[in-house]
């Protein structure tokens, strides 16, 4: 069983939508959680730290469900420039593990 | 430097051909991170440092496969008898205890 699961996409949403996505970990102890961006030929970025209360960064939005061991990004009036892959991550304490990403393309 | 840094970013090599890729972690940051990266696809784990001890090397795949680090600092993966399946992009990432961790730009692999 994987670490870390996200669903690949793609997702295809039109400009101004709202999408989101999950991703499951099996690690009940996992401590932290980010979900990070990669562009096109681009190495992966941070782009949001989960807190456990959940946190908002503008129109992105990142929640952590300890219970059923998912986090999720919802991402609001979506923006054409928001087209990449946004891959999950789980850090146990003792090393990260990240999704394999789900791609998202904006469509005008 | 200020970030993770690679080399070479790309490299073309005949098969069967040995190559070795570095990198240069950020200062201080114990634990390092490869992946590949095939065109279009996800990443695909293959190594993991802390310190120089590899607690997790689950993902290379194959003896072909290997990786060093050397302290807390400069790691290299090689790669023996290169075949094209080997054709990739191959990251590397470091981090401090349980914070971000931050990727190097790559190293783009071209078997021919």
């Known amino acids: 069983r994987k670490e870390v699961e996200q669903d690949p996409g793609p997702f295809n949403v039109p400009e101004g939508a709202t999408v989101a996505f999950n991703c499951t970990y099996s690690n009940s102890a996992s401590q932290s959680f980010f979900w990070y961006r990669q562009d096109c030929r681009k190495e992966p970025k941070l782009l949001m730290s989960?807190?456990?209360s959940g946190n908002e960064d503008g129109r992105f939005t990142a929640q952590l469900n300890r219970a059923s061991q998912y986090i999720s990004l919802l991402i609001r009036d979506s923006k054409l420039s928001d087209s990449a892959t946004y891959l999950c991550v789980v850090d146990t304490g003792n090393q990260f593990y990240f999704g394999t990403g789900t791609s998202l393309t904006v469509i005008p | 430097g200020a970030g993770v840094s690679q080399s070479p970013s790309n490299k073309v090599t005949e098969k069967g051909k040995d190559v070795e890729l570095r990198c240069d972690p950020i200062?201080?940051?114990?634990?390092l991170y490869w992946y590949r990266q095939r065109l279009g696809q996800g990443l695909e784990f293959l190594i993991y440092?802390?310190?120089?001890?590899?607690?997790?090397k689950s993902g290379l795949p194959s003896d072909r496969f290997s990786a060093e680090r050397t302290g807390e600092s400069v790691s290299t993966l090689t790669i023996q008898r290169t075949q094209q399946e080997d054709s990739a992009v191959y990251l590397c990432?470091?981090?401090?205890?349980?914070?971000?961790?931050?990727f190097g730009q790559g190293t783009r692999l071209t078997v021919v």
């Open positions: 989960v807190y456990s």
């Open positions: 990432a470091s981090s401090w205890l349980n914070t971000e961790a931050f």
């Open positions: 440092f802390q310190g120089n001890s590899a607690p997790d």
């Open positions: 200062s201080g940051h114990t634990a």
